[in-house]
């Protein structure tokens, strides 16, 4: 993989990184699906430390199942929501895949809180399927 560049819709916030992701999959918890107005969430995981960011985020402080933070980044002009901070995975950026200009490279394999994903949104098979989130 060659550099990973993206940004929200109105083009106020842009990033790049030049890395390998750590891995792609689909969340289908209930705050990401309240996130992006839809079943689940396509994200993009890669080291924080590898993410160039160009432009002003605002975040929403949530917490996750575990009780530990998780920071949603979004653009304040029009509301896309760019990427995720965890701090069960600290160090970690979890990209949301729709910011990025190059999608076609993408092939989600794991998903996770699966228990909570919409009756009617299947997973393919093949995919490593988890109810929560993995240890």
Request: hydrophobic share 35%.
């Amino acid at each position: 993989m060659t550099e990973m560049t993206g940004g929200c819709l109105c083009g106020q916030v842009r990033y790049s990184a030049n890395t390998e992701p750590a891995f792609v999959g689909v969340c289908h918890c209930r705050n990401c699906q309240k996130q992006t107005g839809t079943a689940f969430s396509v994200l993009v995981g890669i080291p924080k430390a590898a993410m160039s960011l160009q432009g002003q985020l605002k975040t929403f402080h949530d917490t996750g199942d575990s009780g530990q933070a998780v920071d949603r980044n979004f653009c304040p002009e029009c509301g896309s929501p760019v990427f995720t901070d965890a701090a069960v995975m600290p160090g970690v950026a979890f990209i949301k895949a729709g910011t990025l200009d190059d999608t076609s490279w993408l092939e989600p394999k794991l998903h996770v809180y699966c228990d909570s994903k919409e009756h009617w949104t299947p997973i393919p098979e093949g995919s490593q399927k988890f109810g929560k989130m993995p240890a």
